[in-house]
């Protein structure tokens, strides 16, 4: 088994060194890449901060010279992540493990977001503590606060970064490893107020002998599926929950940026797509929602949730911004309209019922999609059992069709 250490040699080298030798003494090989760009190595790496810049099309005289500490981190976590990701397809690299401050952070998590879920990734941090968010993005990396500095070793970073190392070890030497049975897998995005939905659609899904992987639509769920779709992962998707868009458009905090919904239609797979929770927009506590709103309609999901709903001229947007991504697609495509309300919270009776929004938000996606997108309208709610398991056997239908569907 092998681990990757990255790191700035000319700053940290002793502490990762210190992690270096801990793996080596639990019989583990290690790889230590060298990411520092201002002075010289405490000790001779595997793979140089020369090889490393060069790997992102610079050089490292040249970032020494330009002094300019936000391109070199730039630079070196591009290269990183191009020497890695190398490593992991000639099968050199069994997992990645990183210690230092924001700088090293930056470039070592750049490098770990490179790889595939599932390979084992560590990150020992200053930064750990805090919004993690930039260095995790939508992966599967760990992120183990130092608690102190690391800027030398001591009884407390000792202690830490041989944790580390050792929760390294466990992960890449475990004999136990995870069975995975080969089935078509479907992915799905859920919020709270559609989560009845996806229940009955996923237990649907699963009794036709698929697998499933559900998707918290809070802005990195959203990319994680996007990112696994593009990993061929997943094959085909239940968008049940297109609330991120909502938050993109309005300025909410949970948006998953502008390529969500994309990576289905790219890569010609199987998708069925509805409108879930696209009455709210997502903010935190309600002293938080930016003062330009105060006039607007909220609910107050919980003391660090705040909801506020969509109006028609945003949810008329919102179709149309749907309906193109939809178009754009080169595999089947569905769309599946909810009549009596796209969330909990938008049914009659209910805080966000408004009707007048949602058929704004109807009849844009009506008027924008084209003949190649199939549409699905319901007489029913979002969470209503017939709608969820009209939309998973319309999934089911296409990837049946597609010659994707369990045997």
Known sequence: MSVVVVGTLDTKGEEIGFARDVLRAQGVDVHVVDVGVMGEPEFEPDTGADAVAAAADASLDGLRDAA?????????GEGAAAVVSRMYEAGELDGALGLGGSGNTSIATAAMRALPVGVPKLMVST????????????????????????????????????????AMVGMVTNDSAVEVEERPTIGITMFGVTTPCVQTAREYLESRGYETIVFHATGTGGRAMENLVEEGVIDGVLDVTTTEWADELVGGVLSAGPDRLDAA????????????????????????????????LFHVHNPQVTLMRTTSAECAELGEIVAEKLNAATGPTALALPLDGVSMLDVAGERFHDPEADAA?????????????????????????????????????????AGVAPE
Do not use: H
């Not at 300019?68 to 070196?76: K, T």
């Not at 992120?143 to 944790?163: H, K």
């Not at 309208?377 to 059992?385: C, G, M, P």
């Open 68 to 76: 300019d500490r936000g391109e070199a981190v730039e630079v070196m």
């Open 127 to 166: 930064m750990a503590s805090g919004d993690t968010e930039p260095y995790v993005g939508a992966t599967d990396i760990a992120m183990l606060y130092s608690v102190a500095d690391i800027e030398g070793l001591n009884q407390l970073s000792r202690q830490v970064i041989a944790n580390a190392a050792l």
């Open 265 to 296: 239609g790219k890569a010609g797979i199987p998708q069925v797509v509805s409108t879930g929770a696209l009455d709210m927009v997502n903010f935190g506590p309600r002293d938080s929602v930016p003062e330009r709103f105060d006039e607007r």
């Open 361 to 401: 938000l109807f009849d844009a996606l009506r008027r924008g999609v084209s003949d190649d997108v199939e549409v699905i309208e319901a007489d029913a709610a979002v969470n209503d059992d017939e709608f969820a398991r009209t939309i998973a056997a319309k999934l089911d239908e296409y990837m049946r069709e």
